[in-house]
C-alpha cells in the first residue's frame, strides 16, 4: 500500500520560506512522477508544481514560479518543496501526491493527508 506523509507545514510571515517534504513508502517512489497541490479555503484543489521520475524535469503554476523550487530525493524517498518569497495568497493545505506530471488533479494516484501553511501579512 502507498503511503504519502507530508511535513514542514507551519505559520510564517510574508516574504519567509518554508520547506516541506513528503516522505513516500510502498511504491519504487524514483520510478513515478509527483506533484504538489494546495487546497485553500473554500477554493478548489490546484497544481503548485510537479516533476518527472528522475528530477529532470520540473513544471510550475505561473503563481508560484521563481519562487518555489520542487525537487525529490529519490535515494530518501522524498519530495520537497522550497517556498521562498510567501505571500498570504499562498496560505492552504499543501498535498503532495504520486503518478503524473500534469497539472490535473485526477491524473494523480495516491495523496497525502496534508500539511497546513499559514502567511501571515
Known amino acids: 500500500q502507498v503511503q504519502l506523509v507530508e511535513s514542514g507545514g507551519g505559520l510564517v510571515q510574508a516574504g519567509g520560506s518554508l520547506r516541506l517534504s513528503c516522505t513516500a513508502s510502498?511504491?519504487?517512489?524514483?520510478?513515478?512522477?509527483m506533484g504538489w497541490f494546495r487546497q485553500a479555503p473554500g477554493k478548489e484543489r490546484e497544481f503548485v508544481a510537479s516533476i518527472n521520475w528522475s528530477g529532470s524535469s520540473t513544471y510550475y503554476a505561473a503563481s508560484v514560479k521563481g519562487r518555489f523550487t520542487i525537487s525529490k530525493d529519490n535515494a530518501k524517498n522524498r519530495l520537497y518543496l522550497q517556498m521562498n518569497s510567501l505571500k498570504p495568497e499562498d496560505t492552504a493545505v499543501y498535498y503532495c501526491?504520486?503518478?503524473?506530471?500534469?497539472?490535473?488533479?485526477?491524473?494523480?494516484?495516491?495523496w497525502g493527508q496534508g500539511t497546513r501553511v499559514t502567511v501571515s501579512s
Open positions: 501526491a504520486t503518478g503524473s506530471v500534469a497539472a490535473d488533479p485526477r491524473r494523480y494516484d495516491y
Open positions: 510502498g511504491r519504487t517512489f524514483s520510478s513515478y512522477a
